[in-house]
């Protein structure tokens, strides 16, 4: 077909032309990103990706009837593949996938496994040792290497696939955020993109805030700490200096990280850290928690003036490091050169021939 391009190295005999991903609840962050970007990927070789969320909206009745239906279209789909997001969406995909037929069955690692709630991380165990899972992805050598103490069943079916990641779009200057926020021009950003979640650690940031002059802290996204983090903001004198932008539109991020000085990645934990190597990608400096999965995934494009890290937790640490960045910044060329590996490194074009040779091995 004009156009299209060809399947992977002469392995055109048994390419998948149906995929059904399963996400657990369809929220913006990491998970939604990457769904997208495979859907996207796969298109170009006519398969055709659709993702659906086990978890519906509405009255509790109405949620199972959602429920129901995502499991008929698990029968009734055709599909060659199923990819799942998240425990109780790997947990329907190995009960209901085998029955319906589907021979390609590929679980997502979304979380460490400490993050993981007890029974599912039992669940999670049994079906992936068993071969309800064909195939489980890891998106980083770091996240394969927590899950060492599962089953050897289980640890022979792990893939490690990193994320191929879409730089965000370049900035319109169609919103002046210094303006819409009540900046003084004087000011100096902080930005984070992510929910507002205990993972990502943003209290670090605001126990930092008071020892921070001039510095602002600029959050994008939402999530259920919202109340937390605003209160423990005013209990530290910072509110005024604290500025959570809620969900935002992906082709705004261009212009939020256009006013940043220091994108900031505080987490507690991570499986890749999609929205830091967004950040390398757009040539901003990196101050990060030290985990094995953000040395390994952001020190990939390189850069030690333009990437920090600092223990997990210790604002103190973490404000020395805001303030040796904001005095000596990394040059325009330092920030380039790390944009430009980060782009080559974790390309899309890689992450989909990966998944391509995955649902053909």
């Known amino acids: 077909m004009p156009g299209r391009k060809q399947s992977v190295s002469g392995?055109?005999?048994?390419?998948?032309?149906?995929v059904l991903q399963l996400v657990s609840r369809d929220e913006p962050g990491g998970v939604q990103v990457l769904t997208q970007?495979?859907?996207?990927?796969?298109?170009?070789?006519?398969i055709e990706a659709e993702t659906m969320a086990l978890i519906g909206t509405g009255s509790p009745i109405q949620r199972v009837s959602h429920l129901v239906y995502v499991i008929g279209r698990v029968f009734s789909g055709n599909y060659d593949a199923i990819f799942s997001y998240h425990a109780a969406a790997g947990l329907?995909?190995?009960?209901?996938?085998?029955?319906?037929?589907?021979?390609?069955?590929?679980?997502?690692?979304?979380?460490?496994?400490?993050?993981?709630?007890?029974?599912?991380?039992?669940?999670?165990?049994?079906?992936?040792?068993?071969?309800?899972?064909?195939?489980?992805?890891?998106?980083?050598?770091?996240?394969?290497?927590?899950?060492?103490?599962?089953?050897?069943?289980?640890?022979?079916?792990?893939?490690?696939?990193p994320h191929g990641v879409v730089p965000v779009p370049d900035a319109t200057k169609k919103k002046r955020w210094k303006d819409l926020l009540a900046m003084p021009p004087t000011a100096r950003v902080l930005v984070a993109a992510g929910r507002l979640a205990p993972q990502k650690g943003y209290e670090t940031?605001?126990?930092?805030?008071?020892?921070?002059?001039?510095?602002?802290?600029?959050?994008?996204?939402?999530?259920?700490?919202?109340?937390?983090?605003?209160?423990?903001?005013?209990?530290?004198k910072v509110r005024e200096r604290f500025h959570l932008l809620g969900s935002v539109r992906r082709d705004e991020l261009g212009d939020i990280f256009s006013i940043a000085d220091v994108y900031v990645s505080p987490s507690t934990?991570?499986?890749?850290?999609?929205?830091?190597?967004?950040?390398?990608?757009?040539?901003?400096?990196?101050?990060?928690?030290?985990?094995?999965?953000?040395?390994?995934?952001?020190?990939?494009?390189?850069?030690?003036?333009?990437?920090?890290?600092?223990?997990v937790g210790d604002a103190g640490a973490f404000g020395e490091l805001i303030e040796r960045m904001l005095v000596e910044p990394p040059d325009a060329q330092e920030l380039e050169n790390v944009a430009k590996a980060a782009r080559a490194h974790y390309g899309t074009d890689k992450m989909v021939q990966r998944y391509l040779e995955a649902l053909q091995s």
Do not use: C
């Open 269 to 311: 934990w991570e499986t890749f850290g999609l929205a830091a190597v967004e950040a390398q990608m757009a040539q901003l400096p990196v101050v990060s928690s030290d985990l094995p999965v953000l040395r390994e995934v952001l020190g990939a494009a390189g850069g030690k003036r333009t990437l920090m890290f600092h223990p």
């Open 11 to 18: 392995m055109s005999s048994g390419m998948p032309r149906r």
């Open 92 to 161: 329907i995909m190995a009960l209901v996938g085998p029955i319906a037929g589907v021979r390609n069955r590929l679980s997502h690692l979304t979380a460490m496994p400490s993050a993981i709630r007890r029974r599912w991380r039992v669940m999670d165990k049994v079906a992936g040792a068993s071969g309800g899972y064909t195939q489980i992805i890891a998106n980083s050598a770091a996240t394969a290497a927590a899950y060492s103490d599962f089953p050897p069943g289980f640890q022979k079916r792990i893939r490690t696939i």
């Open 205 to 236: 940031v605001l126990q930092a805030l008071p020892y921070l002059s001039d510095v602002h802290f600029v959050v994008a996204g939402e999530g259920p700490l919202r109340g937390d983090l605003e209160r423990l903001a005013l209990e530290l």
């Open 37 to 46: 970007t495979v859907e996207a990927g796969f298109k170009p070789y006519g």
